[in-house]
Structures are given as structure tokens and as C-alpha cells.
């Protein structure tokens, strides 16, 4: 199984930025790709951005050009950096490993954005 902790949300105003990280253990050598997720209140949980094993990236439309998905295989990390955030970006912001059939979630980091 992997475990998988979030940290680096908080409250910051439209147009700044953040940077959430999410550290990794347990049987990292089995994952395939590692992405972000959120989900606002009232909303379904969205995929952010993803990155697979090989590095190729996905990212939602709405945060193209705003976000960017990385990774630090030697520190068993994933990182979001967040650029231009808006007040629709606020929800909790989940890190998710994708290790064959089994995917494992983090607890989840708020980020607020005030207009």
C-alpha cells in the first residue's frame, strides 16, 4: 500500500500563488502516476493535474497555464504549484497514487482563495 500526506494549503488572495507537496511511503515502487484532485463544497471530487511514472502530464482546462505537476522521484514527492489563483480554485486539494488495480488518497489540505 502507499501513504500519502498533503501539505502547503492555506488561505491566500485571487492572484497569488501556493505550492501544495505531498510526500509518499509505503510501496511507492508500484505506482503508475500520481495526480491532484479538489473538491468545493457541494461539488464532485475533479482531477486537477496528473503525472504518470514516465512523466507525461495531464492537466485540467480550467488550471492550464495557471498550474504546474511535478515530481521528485528521488524524495518521493509531488508538487502542485498553483499561479493566478482565482476564488473558484478554492476547495481541499487531494493527492492521489495510482499502483495497478489500488489508489490511495491523501487526508487533504484546504486551499481558500479570497476575491
Known amino acids: 500500500q502507499v501513504q500519502l500526506v498533503e501539505s502547503g494549503g492555506g488561505l491566500v488572495q485571487a492572484g497569488g500563488s501556493l505550492r501544495l507537496s505531498c510526500a509518499a511511503s509505503g510501496s511507492i515502487f508500484t505506482i503508475n502516476a500520481m495526480g491532484w484532485y479538489r473538491q468545493a463544497p457541494g461539488k464532485q471530487r475533479e482531477l486537477v493535474a496528473a503525472i504518470t511514472s514516465s512523466g507525461s502530464t495531464i492537466y485540467a482546462d480550467s488550471v492550464k497555464g495557471r498550474f504546474t505537476i511535478s515530481s521528485d522521484n528521488a524524495k518521493n514527492t509531488l508538487d502542485l504549484q498553483m499561479n493566478s489563483l482565482k476564488p473558484e480554485d478554492t476547495a481541499v486539494y487531494y493527492c492521489?497514487?495510482?499502483?495497478?488495480?489500488?489508489?490511495?488518497w491523501g487526508q487533504g489540505t484546504q486551499v481558500t482563495v479570497s476575491s
Open positions: 492521489n497514487a495510482a499502483a495497478g488495480p489500488f489508489s490511495s
